[in-house]
């Protein structure tokens, strides 16, 4: 079945340092993929989307490119700051089940000042 | 324009008891669909609506089921609660389906928490 494979956590960077969450999927069909994050006590923000083969999604100095090739999805940012400290997941949708996204587990990043 | 917004956000529940929680949509969204979110399975999909009719389901026993009103507000129902259920309710909302352009935007979660 379809599923979504990030790179474990927690990841710890000073800030400035640059960003590269790993994401990889399967699908059957042709799947959206997407970035959410999570602040504490919070629900999930859309952070950037990609809905074709070499779309590149990006917000916030946050990007990441549709890889077909190697059904990747990776997140990066060039500095990160403090205020970035959230959990970051990677999700799937599939024609046909747009309201069924299907997420990774999460990675939480922690950024030291 | 307000965003989606759930109610209540925590709530602590007996074994056994049954429980609804509540999700209005951003106004003019007709689709909504439910997640739940623990820290061993991570997020998961219940259920979506559109139109009042359920369109997916998750891989999820009996005891949950929801509801769609013609003011596409939702609402979905635990019964038989088991310690299992703590988790993060999350509901998110988008203007319709089917379409790869709609996104969803989540509301900030009902808390349950099963004694």
């Known amino acids: 079945g379809d599923s979504v494979t990030q790179m474990e956590g927690p990841v710890t960077l000073s800030e400035e340092a640059f960003l590269t969450i790993n994401c990889t999927y399967t699908a059957t069909g042709y799947p959206s993929l997407f970035w959410y994050v999570q602040y504490p006590g919070e629900g999930l923000q859309l952070l950037l989307k990609a809905t074709k083969a070499d779309d590149k999604g990006s917000n916030k100095g946050f990007e990441a490119t549709y890889r077909k090739e190697t059904t990747s999805f990776h997140l990066e940012k060039g500095s990160v700051q403090v205020s970035d400290s959230a959990v970051y997941f990677c999700a799937l949708s599939v024609v046909g089940s747009q309201g069924n996204l299907i997420f990774g587990k999460g990675t939480k990043l922690s950024v030291k000042p | 324009k307000a965003g989606v917004t759930q109610t209540p956000r925590y709530l602590i529940k007996t074994r056994g008891q049954q429980v609804t929680l509540s999700c209005s949509p951003i106004?003019?969204?007709?689709?909504v669909s439910w997640y739940q979110q623990t820290p061993g399975q991570g997020l998961q999909f219940l259920f979506e609506?559109?139109?009042?009719?359920?369109?997916n389901k998750g891989n999820f026993p009996g005891r949950f089921s929801g509801r769609q009103f013609s003011n596409s507000r939702s609402e979905m129902n635990v019964s038989t609660l088991e310690l299992g259920d703590s988790a993060l309710y999350l509901c998110?909302?988008?203007?319709?389906?089917?379409?790869?352009?709609?996104?969803?935007?989540f509301g900030p979660g009902t808390r349950l928490t099963v004694t």
């Open positions: 106004s003019g969204h007709r689709s």
């Open positions: 609506y559109f139109s009042e009719t359920q369109r």
């Open positions: 998110a909302s988008s203007r319709g389906t089917g379409g790869l352009s709609y996104e969803q935007y």
